[in-house]
Nanobody, 120 residues
Framework: QVQLVESGGGLVQPGGSLRLACAAS???????MRWYRQPPGKERELVAG????????NYADSVKGRFTISRDNGKRTIYLQMNSLKPEDTAVYYC??????????????WGPGTQVTVSS
């Protein structure tokens, strides 16, 4: 059974830092992994993605230069280092992956999310 479990959220002051982690289980191959977030009253949006070996990354314009996505395939964990946090970064952050089965069907998996609140 595929499971993604996020951790590391919390309350932080503007300008502060947090590191989110997403522990993955239930699948054996490495896949592209992504972080999304959903601010209060808004739609879910892509924050960052990382390729299966970690050699390629992409970021939303709003977080470029402040957030860094990384992965440790040995620990089956991906991370999101968030620096210089702003109030507008307040959201529930979700880990995501899309797995392809033997019939080439795509299955979208999400973690339950972790709350990040940036406030003084």
């Amino acid at each position: 059974q595929v499971q993604l479990v996020e951790s590391g959220g919390g309350l932080v002051q503007p300008g502060g830092s947090l590191r989110l982690a997403c522990a993955a289980s239930g699948f054996t191959d490495s896949y592209v992994m992504r972080w999304y977030r959903q601010p209060p009253g808004k739609e879910r949006e892509l924050v960052a993605g990382i390729t299966s070996a970690g050699g390629g990354t992409n970021y939303a314009d709003s977080v470029k230069g402040r957030f860094t996505i990384s992965r440790d395939n040995g620990k089956r964990t991906i991370y999101l280092q968030m620096n210089s946090l702003k109030p507008e970064d307040t959201a529930v952050y979700y880990c995501n992956t899309v797995l392809v089965d033997s019939t080439f069907r795509r299955h979208n998996y999400w973690g339950p999310g972790t709350q990040v609140t940036v406030s003084s």
